[in-house]
């Protein structure tokens, strides 16, 4: 099971955190979202660190483990894909 490094860097205005939240929408949430269109498995991003809401980020670490293997470059363009329009970056 290979393992992606991601580097991410998001606009931390509309979300209540890193962490999925009961009470809005998150930056981890929104990767998972994205990584279950892009790959169809459910997998959780596991971050480095955490940030609260509205806080912005330039280059929070994170990682996700996939079944199939792809190269890093598919893998950010898909997750850049499905995450617009949130302001989110691989």
Same mark, same amino acid.
Do not use: C
């Given at each position: 099971m290979p /393992?992606?490094?991601?580097?991410?860097?998001?606009?931390? @205005?509309? !979300?209540? *955190?890193?962490? #999925?939240?009961?009470?809005?929408?998150? #930056?981890?949430?929104?990767?998972?979202?994205?990584?279950?269109? !892009?790959?169809?498995?459910?997998? @959780?991003?596991? *971050?480095? *660190? /955490? @940030?609260?809401? *509205?806080?912005?980020?330039?280059?929070?670490?994170?990682?996700?483990?996939?079944?199939?293997?792809? @190269?890093?470059?598919? #893998?950010? /363009?898909?997750?850049?894909?499905?995450? /617009?329009?949130?302001?989110?970056?691989?």
């Open positions: /393992r992606y490094k991601l580097t991410i860097e998001y606009e931390g @205005t509309p !979300f209540s *955190g890193w962490q #999925v939240q009961k009470n809005g929408p998150s #930056v981890q949430g929104a990767l998972r979202d994205a990584i279950r269109a !892009f790959a169809r498995e459910d997998v @959780t991003p596991r *971050g480095a *660190g /955490r @940030t609260d809401a *509205g806080v912005h980020a330039l280059a929070q670490i994170a990682h996700i483990d996939l079944k199939a293997e792809w @190269t890093p470059e598919i #893998v950010m /363009r898909a997750l850049n894909h499905h995450l /617009r329009p949130q302001p989110i970056s691989v």
